[in-house]
């Protein structure tokens, strides 16, 4: 494989120009971790930091998970790995893991697995960050998804840029650019077939927004990935106003009176800390049981109990809401 120097394609300078903006501040001598599937996204991405970090004075490297979906996957894997290392990124880990899923789970089952082993890898070897290559395709297909769904602010404002550990550095690049990046340094890649089997939610969203794009024009997924920038602003302002009433709330049960006085787009969201905190599974608790909750407090008749993930049940009595295990006898 061809390293080319020198002036760089468009393409190339865009995918650079936004790997440069992560990798700053960083502290000297860090290691940055890629994670790299073999497609064209994150080998441009590996690309770029391969040729960005020594001149931020950091370490490079990369990790590939093998998911052992495909016939084929453990040759694609090490392909993927000597590409990383042809980039002369060090360290390079090669992962297999186990995934247990089917249909529509799948996707869920994959993500978990991956990130598990991102996880370990970058532990392993003390990475101060790791790379992901979603684009702005895919975070207007994940807006498009939250839409589709019926989702809140929160879910519509996409992947975050950062979160922990991870950074995604290219969700201001097309993917066109990606692919465009990848071609003008020479790197071959793989072109996953489960990315066109439309047995899978993202890949009917990615059809979905091709389709607005051509019935519409050109800038939908440029316009849904700016509207995921501007409503993450809004749920992180609204996020931290839940945040600080629940604490100001303190332990349950809670008075109907202080719980209502809150405005609505925030008691929704104590709601669903209050129901976390209890004990419901996190990605369990959905708008129609915090709906349910909220009920209590502003359409009161006298009903029962809330049904909750996590077997619990939410009650409201003598002016007060509570969240707990169902009673012995209901």
Request: with cysteine.
């Amino acid at each position: 494989m061809e390293r080319r120097w020198g002036r760089p394609h468009p393409a190339t300078a865009a995918v650079r120009h936004a790997v440069r903006a992560v990798l700053a501040g960083l502290p000297p001598d860090a290691l940055v971790l890629v994670a790299c599937s073999g497609g064209a996204d994150s080998l441009a991405l590996a690309a770029a930091t391969a040729f960005e970090a020594p001149a931020a004075g950091l370490r490079a490297g990369g990790i590939v998970v093998d998911h052992g979906l495909q016939e084929g996957s453990a040759e694609v894997a090490a392909g993927a790995a000597e590409t990383l290392r042809a980039l002369s990124l060090e360290p390079v880990d090669l992962v297999a893991v186990r995934v247990a899923g089917a249909g529509e789970g799948l996707e869920a089952a994959a993500r978990s697995a991956r990130y598990a082993a991102l996880d370990a890898a970058a532990d392993r070897h003390g990475a101060a960050v790791v790379l992901l290559g979603h684009t702005l395709d895919d975070q207007a297909e994940q807006v498009l998804l939250g839409l589709v769904r019926g989702a809140g602010a929160r879910s519509l404002a996409g992947m975050p840029a950062a979160r922990g550990r991870y950074r995604r550095p290219l969700l201001g690049v097309t993917r066109a650019q990606a692919r465009a990046s990848a071609a003008a340094e020479g790197l071959a890649w793989w072109d996953d077939p489960m990315n066109d089997d439309p047995a899978f939610t993202r890949v009917r969203a990615r059809r979905a927004l091709a389709d607005l794009e051509r019935d519409l024009g050109p800038g939908v997924a440029t316009a849904l990935a700016r509207t995921a920038s501007q409503l993450r602003d809004d749920a992180d302002h609204l996020d931290a106003l839940a945040d600080a009433a629940v604490t100001a709330l303190a332990p349950g049960p809670w008075s109907v009176e202080a719980v209502a006085a809150l405005p609505r787009a925030v008691r929704t969201r104590v709601w669903r800390r209050l129901l976390v905190a209890a004990g419901a599974p996190a990605g369990q608790v959905t708008a129609r049981h915090t709906d349910a909750c909220d009920r209590l407090l502003t359409a009161w008749h006298g009903q029962g109990a809330v049904h909750a993930p996590g077997g619990l049940r939410v009650r409201r009595s003598g002016g007060r809401v509570s969240i707990g295990p169902p009673a012995l006898v209901e």
